[in-house]
C-alpha cells in the first residue's frame, strides 16, 4: 500500500509540477555557475548507497559534509540558496528518489555517506530497514537542531509506530511546519 501511495503521488507531483520545477532549475543556474541539481551520496534502506538529487543552494566548492558541520554554512549559499532552503524547494527533486524506489514520503531522512554515527546507531536499531523519507517523525520534531541520539529514537518510534495514517500525520504535520517555516535554520 505505501510503496503504490508512493508511486502514485510522486509521479503525479512530478506531473503536476514539470514548469516550476524547470523554472526553479533555471534559477539556479542563471544566479551561480555550476549545475542546477547537486547529486549526494545518501544512505538508503540497508545501508545501501543512492544518489540524491536536491536543487543546489550551495556553491560547488562547498565542503560535502552535514550543513550544521560547516563553521559558517550562511557563506556557502548560492544568491537563492536560503530562499531554496527555507521554502523547501530544493527538496522537491527528491521526488525522483521517491518514484525510482530509493525513497519515500515518509521514513528517516538518508544520512550522508559519511554519518557514520548516525548510521551505526540507526542500525543497531534497525531502522536501516526502512527507506528514508523526503519527511519523518524526527524531521518534524526538530529538523536538524536535533542531537544524533535524540534523532535515533525518534526514527526508531516511526520504526515502531509506522502506518499509513501515521504516515498522513507526519505528511500533514510537515506541510503545516513548511507553511510556517519550523525549524529552519538556513
Not at 540497508?46 to 548507497?49: A, E, V
Given at each position: 500500500m505505501k510503496r503504490l501511495f508512493d508511486l502514485s503521488l510522486s509521479l503525479l507531483l512530478?506531473?503536476?509540477?514539470?514548469?516550476?520545477?524547470?523554472?526553479?532549475a533555471l534559477l539556479v543556474k542563471l544566479t551561480s555557475p555550476g549545475p542546477a541539481l547537486y547529486w549526494s551520496d545518501r544512505v538508503g534502506r540497508?545501508?545501501?548507497?543512492f544518489s540524491m538529487p536536491?536543487?543546489?543552494?550551495?556553491?560547488?566548492?562547498?565542503?560535502?559534509?552535514?550543513?550544521?558541520?560547516?563553521?559558517?554554512?550562511?557563506?556557502?549559499?548560492?544568491?537563492?540558496?536560503?530562499?531554496?532552503?527555507?521554502?523547501?524547494l530544493d527538496e522537491l527533486p527528491q521526488l525522483w528518489s521517491i518514484l525510482l524506489g530509493h525513497m519515500s514520503f515518509v521514513g528517516p531522512r538518508p544520512a550522508l555517506f559519511n554519518q557514520s554515527d548516525l548510521i551505526a546507531q540507526r542500525t543497531a536499531l534497525g531502522v536501516d530497514a526502512l527507506l528514508p523519507g523526503l519527511t519523518g517523525w524526527a524531521q518534524i520534531n526538530g529538523r536538524d537542531e536535533l542531537p544524533i541520539p535524540e534523532k535515533v529514537r525518534l526514527d526508531a518510534e516511526y520504526l515502531a509506530r509506522r502506518s499509513m495514517s501515521f504516515d498522513l500525520q507526519i505528511l500533514w504535520l510537515t506541510f503545516s511546519k513548511v507553511l510556517r517555516r519550523d525549524g529552519i535554520s538556513h
Open positions: 512530478l506531473i503536476l509540477l514539470a514548469l516550476p520545477l524547470l523554472l526553479l540497508h545501508n545501501q548507497l536536491k536543487f543546489r543552494s550551495m556553491r560547488t566548492d562547498t565542503p560535502a559534509v552535514a550543513t550544521h558541520l560547516l563553521a559558517r554554512p550562511d557563506s556557502y549559499l548560492t544568491p537563492i540558496g536560503s530562499f531554496l532552503r527555507r521554502s523547501s
